[in-house]
């Protein structure tokens, strides 16, 4: 039976090394969309970042244990079951929506998974491995990750430690008429993985000066930008006179700034210190003396704790927004569902009154007449049904009208044969729909069995 999957590897459940070895690039995600495509009729969208390798299907069973093998291909060794998830139908239909609106991240409210979800889904709608319902389930992602940035504050303000320290600078310099850092001289003493992400916060708001310092010169090289000034080490203390700000993330034992190394300031506004190493790396005695302030790592954290609170109650809004998207999306499937079995009917009369004409004619062409004729046909009977098709595909689900019509329709297009009438049973639309509007879990104890076809009219 046809049914939803989300299921893969991510930063909640695998090591680095695990998520490593399962990751794809652009070249391979379209190489196994190759030979999923040869094989197999579910539909598929691959997702992979640093954080998560992870695969979004509808279809069966079967179709779950083929991407688990498909990857582990990939992978030169074994699916790592202990170390991955597998979530079905309302919990895989959820697992989506968060994942796209930020809220399954390893920084809680990241915006940039909604851009790499964004050009995965361009992939598999290249490669064709996406149809009716998955290009619906993205849109409704997509709409739901559009509202959470729109209508909630979870993508404001950064919550990594470097990020916190420079926002903590950017309003002390704002509230002395310098806004993003303007005019602001600014060193970083360090060259590791806190230095290397506040330079990166730094660059984004373009200072006029940035100078970087370290006790191995080569590494500073190595983080430094073209117009980024390289200070020697033995200068750290006498280069403080030139500059507003200075931002400390080494890795030594001791303070490497102390009180009695740095230069006397008369300047009307203090020099702004902080300290994101630990131990301490920056002397607080600097703290007391005229014309210096010191933010300490505590301080700093003590920042990084309201940004995450605002962002947690950020978290319940977007939650909110992807509940009502998912009872959409789910209201739409259950319509498309008491569809589809009219659909069919009406595709089947047509396609039987086709045959029986081309039969009937067929003597009077050639072999190649025949195809030309049977492809002509064709694509005259698709380009009639797809308008009809689609209108009745988007009637409000909600009308008093929609049961009655769907039996009407049944009823008008159920003779494949002008000699002999054929009495549809069509599943109780009704049920359908109601079990869709009712509030609380996703219906999806009994699946339904018919999938959508992926046709012109279904994607119109």
């Keep these: 039976m046809q049914g939803f999957h989300a299921l893969g590897l991510n930063h909640e459940t695998a090591s680095v ?58 992978a030169g060794r074994s699916w790592p ?66 509202r959470v940035a729109s209508e909630t504050s979870l993508h404001q303000g950064t919550t990594s430690v470097a990020g916190v320290a420079v926002q903590a600078a950017r309003r002390y310099f704002a509230r002395r008429g310098q806004p993003d850092l303007e005019g602001v001289r ?30 191995t010169h080569r590494r500073a090289e190595e983080l430094a930008q073209p117009g980024e000034q390289l200070i020697p080490w033995e200068r750290r203390a006498e280069v403080l006179t030139q500059c507003d700000l200075v931002i400390v993330a ?14 006397p300031r008369c300047r ?18 600097i703290d007391r003396l005229p014309g210096y302030r010191v933010l300490d790592l505590d301080a700093v954290k003590a920042r990084q704790a309201a940004v995450e609170a605002r962002r947690r109650e950020a978290a319940r809004q977007a939650r909110q927004i992807c509940d009502e998207l998912l009872h959409e999306f789910v209201t739409w499937y ?46 005259i009977m698709q380009k009639l049904l797809a308008i009809p098709i689609v209108r009745l595909k988007s009637i409000d689900p909600d009308s008093i009208d929609f049961v009655r019509g769907v039996q009407l329709l049944a009823q008008l297009f159920s003779r494949p044969s002008c000699e002999e009438a054929q009495e549809v049973r069509l599943p109780e639309p009704s049920v359908l729909l109601e079990r869709a509007r009712a509030q609380g879990p996703c219906p999806f104890v009994e699946r339904p069995a018919a999938r959508p076809e992926r046709s012109a009219a279904d994607h119109a």
């Design 268 to 285: 009307e506004h203090a020099l702004l210190l902080i300290d994101l190493s630990v131990p301490r790396n920056i002397d607080p005695a």
């Design 81 to 146: 079951e202990a170390e991955s998830f597998h979530f079905q139908d309302e919990a895989a239909l959820r697992h989506v929506l968060e994942v796209t609106c930020g809220l399954r991240s390893q920084v809680l409210g990241d915006a940039q998974i909604f851009s790499q979800i964004k050009e995965d889904y361009r992939l598999a709608v290249e490669a064709g491995s996406v149809g009716t319902v998955m290009h619906r389930l993205l849109h409704s992602a997509f709409r739901a990750a559009k």
């Design 334 to 379: 259950f319509h498309q569902q008491a569809l589809q079995p009219v659909i069919q009917t009406i595709r089947d009369t047509f396609e039987t009154i086709r045959r029986q004409e081309i039969e009937r004619h067929h003597r009077r062409f050639s072999e190649i007449d025949r195809e030309e004729l049977d492809r002509l046909t064709r694509s």
């Design 17 to 74: 090394g695990v998520r490593e070895a399962f990751a794809l690039d652009r070249e391979a995600k379209r190489r196994l969309y190759a030979v999923w495509m040869e094989a197999h009729e579910g539909e598929l969208l691959l997702v992979s970042t640093c954080n998560r390798t992870e695969a979004y299907l509808y279809g069966t069973d079967e179709d779950v244990a083929a991407v688990r093998t498909l990857l582990s291909r990939h």
């Design 250 to 263: 080494t890795g030594a034992p001791e303070p490497v700034l102390t009180a009695d190394m740095v230069p």
């Design 186 to 215: 600014v060193l970083v003493m360090g060259a590791g993985e806190m230095a290397r992400l506040t330079l990166e916060a730094l660059r984004a708001l373009a200072p006029s000066v940035l100078m970087l310092t370290n006790r």
